[in-house]
Structures are given as structure tokens and as C-alpha cells.
């Protein structure tokens, strides 16, 4: 099993940054892909942002490209989003994601779907 926690949502001005990580535990050796996903009120899930755990490549959505930047620490089992020039359409629960399946995507928005979630946490974009 891995576990996901979370942190460092918050409110923000439009063009403000924030910046979210993910701590994951258990085993997290079998991780191969990692990636965040959010949901805004009324909308379905969508991915943002996702990773292969190897070093094999980060892929965004094309509304976050340019402004968020996905990372991994291995040693300290961490992910990461760094959100710069946010907008009001960025506001939604922000949930970190990992996959143990040798065949999982880090590509966003593909229909797979992840096995181990986060709790999520809120960002807020105000105008």
C-alpha cells in the first residue's frame, strides 16, 4: 500500500503563485508514475500535471503548460507542483496521485486510472 498526504493549498491573488506537495509512504518503491489531478466545483477530474518516477519525462495539460512545473524527489519520496501566474480557473481541490502498474501513463487525461490518492487540497484563485 502507499499513502498520499497532501499539502500547501491555500488562496491566492490571480497572477500569485503557490506551491503543493505530496508526501507519499509505504511502498513507495513501487511507484512508477506520479501525477496531480484536480476538480473544480461542478467539473469532472482532470489531470494537470503527471511524471514517470524514473526520470522518463513530465507531461502537463495545455492550460497549465508554461506555468506549472511537476517534480519529483526520490530520496525524500515527494512531489511537487509549483504554480506561478495562477487564474481564477486554476481554483479547484488539487489531488496528488501515484500508480504501481507497470503500464500506468503519466500522460494527463488519458482515462487511466490511478490507484493511490490524497486526501486533496484547496486552492482558491480570486480575480
Known amino acids: 500500500q502507499v499513502q498520499l498526504v497532501e499539502s500547501g493549498g491555500g488562496s491566492v491573488q490571480a497572477g500569485g503563485s503557490l506551491s503543493l506537495s505530496c508526501a507519499a509512504s509505504?511502498?513507495?518503491?513501487?511507484?512508477?508514475?506520479m501525477g496531480w489531478f484536480r476538480q473544480a466545483p461542478g467539473k469532472e477530474r482532470e489531470g494537470v500535471a503527471g511524471?514517470?518516477?524514473?526520470?522518463?519525462?513530465?507531461y502537463y495539460v495545455d492550460s497549465v503548460k508554461g506555468r506549472f512545473t511537476i517534480a519529483h524527489d526520490k530520496a525524500k519520496n515527494t512531489l511537487t507542483l509549483q504554480m506561478n501566474s495562477l487564474k481564477p480557473e486554476d481554483t479547484a481541490v488539487y489531488y496528488c496521485?501515484?500508480?504501481?502498474?507497470?503500464?500506468?501513463?503519466?500522460?494527463?487525461?488519458?482515462?487511466?486510472?490511478?490507484?493511490?490518492w490524497g486526501q486533496g487540497t484547496q486552492v482558491t484563485v480570486s480575480s
Open positions: 509505504g511502498y513507495t518503491s513501487r511507484i512508477y508514475c
Open positions: 511524471l514517470y518516477t524514473d526520470g522518463g519525462g513530465t
Open positions: 496521485a501515484a500508480d504501481s502498474g507497470y503500464s500506468c501513463t503519466a500522460v494527463p487525461n488519458t482515462g487511466y486510472e490511478y490507484n493511490y
